[in-house]
């Protein structure tokens, strides 16, 4: 037989009800008995009521076994849920209460009924509505850099650009200078990177340990105390070992 058409009403209980707790098999094949329910008065089928055998249920429900079938109708049984009538191929099943929550008529008494639970979803939608629609947070502000132009004058950094070794990150290195405010020490600046000229490290390998200027002034080197000469453990280089080698070749030969 063929089921129904149109539309089926469920009461938002149902999401608290013990059927929830059962499998899904079980929730499944009461639903495919709302649905199968008559709206009207059919034949020999009254309204509310349904023919379902373990055949139709199975193929609609391939996971729902032989034994879980009738175990699921006989809890649906002992919980006055429906009420069944056996046949030859089948049972026909009447569904408790069809017209206290199918019937037009009775729909704005089940709402009153239905008042506190239609409250909690109510509260609940609201609570999700103010969510999506709540102001987005603004996005965190970026750390900018001041505005450098390219060729324009820094005061004093022209004249550290002139006395430094490194030429390279030019741009970077005025930025850096502006950053960090360098204007206002640069008799500080200048001194203490001509002492940073002077010392064996800088000069050491061809000047290989010569930092990058940006380096130099993000760093603040030019707070550094200078130790001119190689650090315990710190390698010397090639020139000073040779010259090392040469200054006690002569004092054995001599």
């Not at 709302?34 to 009254?46: E, F, I, P, S, Y």
Request: charged letters at 30%; glycine letters at 6%; aromatic letters at 8%.
């Amino acid at each position: 037989m063929t089921p129904p058409d149109g539309w089926l009403r469920i009461d938002r209980r149902l999401a608290d009800s013990a059927i929830m707790a059962k499998s899904d098999s079980w929730f499944k094949l009461w639903m495919l008995i709302l649905m199968r329910a008559q709206w009207k008065d059919n034949g020999r089928l009254k309204r509310g009521q349904c023919w379902l055998s373990y055949d139709l249920a199975h193929h609609v429900i391939p996971a729902l076994g032989h034994s879980n079938y009738k175990k699921a109708l006989a809890w649906y049984r002992s919980e006055s849920m429906i009420v069944t009538a056996q046949e030859p191929r089948g049972c026909v099943v009447t569904v408790c209460n069809w017209d206290r929550f199918q019937q037009p008529d009775n729909i704005q008494s089940n709402r009153t009924s239905n008042r506190g639970v239609t409250a909690t979803v109510t509260a609940i939608q609201e609570e999700e509505d103010t969510r999506e629609h709540k102001e987005p947070t603004p996005p965190k502000k970026k750390k900018t850099h001041p505005p450098v132009v390219r060729g324009a004058t820094v005061e004093g950094f022209d004249q550290f650009w002139a006395s430094y070794p490194l030429k390279v990150g030019k741009l970077a290195a005025r930025r850096a200078w502006v950053t960090h405010k360098c204007a206002t020490r640069i008799p500080v600046m200048l001194a203490s990177l001509e002492k940073h000229k002077a010392s064996s490290k800088w000069k050491r390998d061809g000047g290989q340990y010569i930092p990058h200027p940006t380096t130099y002034l993000n760093q603040g080197r030019e707070f550094d105390e200078i130790d001119d000469g190689p650090s315990k453990g710190e390698p010397q280089s090639l020139d000073e070992l040779r010259a090392q080698r040469r200054a006690r070749q002569e004092r054995e030969a001599g």
